[in-house]
């Protein structure tokens, strides 16, 4: 741990919530960084002031924390002439040697005081340009700089810094609720799940196994699960399945084929609520896209929602599955979705696109859907993890 | 209108819908176009062939109508050896003229086919490769040229083309149903408005005008409206509002303050319900974004919800402040929002962030929310769009 390093960790859209709000959600984002990072932690003035013991392993870390906008690996000084000047020119004779400035390109310093000093920010900023041309007669250039250095004066320290590194944005984990996320093999679900984690929501997941109609085998969600728990800091992240081909072979025997997605979808919403009320969770989250594929039309989203009394969220709900994939690659879930699997074979070659209401109560009510729901239910259980 | 300048036009999710889907999709894309633009319009084999009687009308056009995923001016020929060098050739020199290709930056050709032809591809591409060398003597760098020409052989006709311009993507609008979209002044619901026109779903926007906690001017929604109108091309967009004041003022009367916003929320959607009824809607779109404000916690969302039966869609729900801004910035109703308006003076200053839902409902009867809702919804007009 060096005392003159700080890492500066910048968060978002806590800054526009109330003095209390604000405080509960600093307060989470501190606690969630310290799960997965050792060291001393500073909050001040809106910044969060990161002393790690192990400091490329913070560097990772922070990258994967919800609520963490960006960050900035900094070098630290008394705020006077002498000592910004000397750590300035150090800072940069250090980039020289990696590689990462060189003299014959352009830079620019930009400057942003907080407390009262007797010289401006751009006074600073002209001080700390001079002691760089002194140091390596590389070009200025203010509008269009290949290289900018940072420099940050807080009252009596100021903290230089060149790189601003991007974190996952939103909110801190855990600051608002419980959702239950229902996650499958594929591409949609694990990134619907990401965006909840991101605005603060704690995640219990549920999957379910359509043995026979798929292989059975668990290994794709428990290695989604696995990716996911990376951006979980500080947040029990739960798996739980329910055995689901005894309700689908049931909805192939006793109701119109081409109405076997209708059931099975509105299905996993009942199960999700009855695991809802046993979790706390207030909403389900799921990765529905409007149009795409035959059973996210608006027919269809109305009645297998019809008899869900908890809100039900879409976070997907308007994007493009070019936009959805995207993210998935970012966040590391897609290379594991697009992994071969054997498909759903439950799925009639016609399925349903234009679900009537009133038709889909009555089919449910004749299959006896809150009891055969309700034995789903009593399947409920943990992956081993280990086993797969 | 030239013969020899079509458009080619990209769109994408169509491709993987089936035959029957596919073909109404398309057919609805191509009479959106109409809609905008006079001219040809050829289809074939997945792309979409337009010769505009205005050309760069019809380049503006595109960039706003749904379910476009890409275009490009092109410059098309037979496809034989002489005529594709005479017209790569002619292609390049107009391009060194307008001073968008330099002799002294690097190019590269790439080419695509669909046909059979006594050529392959690569050999295409090498072929109009020396045909600019010869003509400019340019440096070819295929792994990380300056500059690219596409050269996409179909048959017996070849097009060049060197520029892909972004559409909106996403699917032709007038293909998923209609939605009532709750849309204010702010900056969130015309995005979410915009991103489910995108989807391919026709749009009836709501208004609650809440004057006198309001000033009461439509002046901000009309022109929401008429930007989002921009993006509609083919569908009947729709503009209501209700007079929501007097409800308001009795919420506040008779309900426990801080319930004000829950209370006002809720009304909201009970009301675009019926609205839905009428309007042959199936769900309705707004621009939630969990954590957010004070009325956006999960308990609010299920509280609020929990009266109306058709899916409330949140395309925002896992977005951060900054990413939805960005989109309304893009499509240029963030302009609009953040105009400076009076904000709603009904909001208390402590609103209930963590609603109780047997609570709200009790209130909810207290002041006869559905009567009330009743004769909110037998205030519904049309906005004048001229006298604003």
């Known amino acids: 741990m060096d005392k003159n390093k700080p890492i500066i960790v910048r968060y978002g859209e806590i800054g526009v919530k109330s003095p209390k709000v604000r405080k509960r959600f ?13 060291g ?60 990462q400035f060189s003299i014959e390109k352009s830079f620019a310093v930009k400057c942003r005081r907080v407390g009262t000093h007797d010289f401006s920010s751009r006074e ?69 799940s990401y ?30 699960y696995e990716k996911l728990k990376e951006y979980s800091a500080g947040s029990d992240l739960r798996l739980y399945q329910v055995n689901y081909g005894d309700f689908l072979k049931k909805c192939k025997d006793e109701a119109p084929e081409r109405m076997t997605c209708v059931l099975c979808k509105s299905g996993m919403y009942q199960i999700a609520e009855k695991l809802a009320k046993r979790e706390n969770a207030l909403a389900i989250v799921d990765g529905s896209s409007v149009g795409q594929v035959a059973s996210q039309t608006l027919p269809n989203i109305l009645a297998t929602r019809y008899s869900t009394s908890i809100p039900v969220l879409s976070p997907l709900i308007g994007l493009d599955k070019l936009e959805i994939a995207e993210i998935g690659k970012k966040i590391g879930t897609y290379d594991i979705s697009i992994l071969p699997d054997s498909g759903c074979k439950a799925a009639p070659k016609h399925p349903e696109t234009n679900a009537v209401l009133e038709k889909v109560l009555e089919v449910k009510k004749a299959i006896n859907m809150d009891e055969e729901t309700e034995k789903v239910f009593s399947s409920l259980h943990e992956i081993d993890l280990d086993s797969e």
Do not use: W
Request: aromatic share 8%; with cysteine.
């Open 26 to 38: 600093e307060r989470k984002l501190i606690s969630n960084i310290k799960t997965l990072i050792d």
């Open 40 to 99: 001393k932690i500073v909050l001040e003035q809106g910044r969060i002031f990161l002393f790690p013991e192990n400091y490329e392993e913070a560097l990772e870390s922070l990258k994967k924390i919800c609520g963490v906008v960006s960050f900035s690996p900094t070098v630290s000084t008394e705020t006077n002439y002498d000592s910004i000047k000397a750590t300035v020119q150090d800072y940069i004779k250090d980039l020289i040697e990696k590689g």
């Open 124 to 192: 600073m900023a002209g001080f700390c340009g001079a002691a760089v041309v002194d140091l390596t007669g590389a070009p200025v250039d203010l509008s269009n700089p290949d290289f900018r250095l940072f420099v940050e004066v807080r009252d009596d320290k100021t903290y230089l810094y060149h790189e601003k590194i991007d974190g996952v944005g939103g909110l801190p984990i855990g600051t608002q609720g419980r959702l239950i996320a229902l996650v499958s093999g594929g591409i949609d679900s694990p990134v619907a």
């Open 195 to 224: 965006l909840m984690m991101k605005r603060g929501c704690d995640l219990t997941i549920l999957n379910f196994n359509n043995c026979p109609y798929t292989s059975g085998s668990s290994e794709k969600v428990v290695k989604i």
